[in-house]
């Protein structure tokens, strides 16, 4: 009986580290798929390339706000994701767009949402703020 819960565990185990692997397997390849499907527009651009050009562009920080104000990439505007709807129009639709968030997951959705609204060169930071070396700026006194 012992030795039957025994043959159970391991097999719930090796289960979880295939939902895991799954998981990770399709979350990679959203990404790959979505990247090269955006590629037109523009793309994924790695820290260095970011930083060189992006002085041509409106840096967006997709972060929160509360994230935003602990530190975000110098001359970066706060636009979270979950107000760019309202806040794209602020946006000038002739001058490249260059999103970044955390990780970079949320910058492909964005993406999405910034080409059906017609902006057409639109770049976001691969691997997000999280990977960043450059200049960043914080508020002096965040909330």
């Known amino acids: 009986m012992v030795h039957g819960?025994?043959?159970?565990?391991l097999t719930?185990?090796?289960i979880v580290?295939?939902?895991i692997l799954v998981i990770w397997a399709v979350s990679w390849f959203y990404r790959y798929f979505m990247a090269r499907r955006y590629k037109q527009y523009g793309g994924e651009l790695?820290?260095?390339q970011f930083e060189t050009t992006m002085r041509k562009a409106q840096v967006i920080d997709l972060r929160e706000s509360s994230e935003f104000d602990k530190g975000h990439i110098m001359g970066a505007r706060d636009m979270p994701y979950t107000q760019l709807k309202e806040k794209m129009s602020g946006l000038r639709k002739d001058q490249p767009v260059y999103l970044y968030d955390t990780t970079g997951a949320l910058s492909l959705r964005a993406a999405s949402r910034l080409r059906k609204?017609?902006?057409t060169q639109i770049?976001?930071?691969k691997n997000g703020f999280d990977d960043w070396s450059g200049k960043t700026k914080a508020k002096k006194y965040p909330d």
């Open 46 to 48: 790695d820290a260095e």
């Open 123 to 125: 770049y976001w930071l």
């Open 17 to 19: 580290i295939g939902l």
């Open 117 to 119: 609204a017609g902006y």
């Open 5 to 9: 819960a025994g043959v159970n565990f």
């Open 12 to 14: 719930l185990i090796w």
